[in-house]
């Protein structure tokens, strides 16, 4: 199985300052025949089922606020939130589908500092 | 509009056998990419994925649990269902179901169902 470990496990921003949250994959998860990085980022909300933030490594889903970014290849990866809001603490989580056996990060919990 | 529904028992004793339904609406399993997946969260701790089937009946299975886990469609009734036999109280979790697209990463899933073992 592929595995993902996340760092930090835990970080406190303040509001307005920037949220950096890795990923690695102890495998390549770049599928080279058509250049995709398999790899997407939920965010999970107490209480809630986790929401999908990015796929494909950097592409934000409908509706999710253009403070929120992906990027990397290969076997690291990175979330950005740029401008840190009351709304985004939360565990964010990374997710591996290069493999069909899917395989997620440990969870990076986002508090106010 | 896409909705999933885990629905099952909360309460299961250890040894018996979980069987865990997902509903869905808004589309169609039988579609090309289409995939439910379902994925389990024990209190407090990461998301760990156990089970998919896919539009084309295929289905696959996490590795350290494949020899206790069966993963099925009907796609008349739009439902999955995940049965995870003798169960632990380590099984203690939160179920989701969660629709794949792409055949890739999951866009939506339910709410969850807490299924608690123990005796």
């Known amino acids: 199985d592929i595995e993902m470990t996340q760092s ?14 890795n990923c690695r994959s102890n495998h390549s998860v770049l599928f080279s025949p058509n250049n995709k990085n398999y790899l ?4 999970q909300k107490p209480g809630q089922p986790p929401k999908l933030l990015i796929y494909w490594a950097s592409t934000r889903e409908f509706g999710v606020p253009d403070r929120f970014s992906g990027s990397g290849s ?17 565990v964010y989580y990374c997710q591996q589908y290069y493999s069909t056996l899917r395989t997620f990060g440990q969870g990076t919990k986002v508090e106010i500092k | 509009q896409v909705t999933l ?46 089970a998919l089937i896919d539009w084309d009946g295929d289905e696959s299975y996490s590795t350290s649990l494949k020899t206790r886990l069966t993963i099925s469609k009907d796609t008349s009734k739009n439902q999955v269902v995940l049965t995870m036999t003798n169960m632990d109280p380590v099984d203690t979790a939160t179920y989701y179901c969660a629709r794949i697209r792409e055949g890739a990463f999951f866009d939506y899933w339910g709410q969850g169902a807490l299924v608690t073992v123990s005796s």
């Open chain 1, 8 to 21: 930090p496990d835990s970080l406190a921003v303040s509001l307005g300052e920037r949220a950096t949250i």
């Open chain 2, 5 to 50: 529904r885990e629905s099952g028992p909360a309460l299961v004793k250890p040894t018996q056998t979980l069987t865990l339904t997902c509903t869905f609406s808004g589309f169609s399993l039988t579609t090309r990419g289409m995939c439910v997946s379902w994925i389990r969260q024990p209190p407090g701790k990461t998301l760990e994925w156990l």
């Open chain 1, 74 to 90: 290969g076997t690291d990866f990175t979330l950005t939130i740029s401008s840190l809001q009351a709304e985004d603490v939360a």
């Open chain 1, 40 to 43: 997407a980022w939920y965010q």
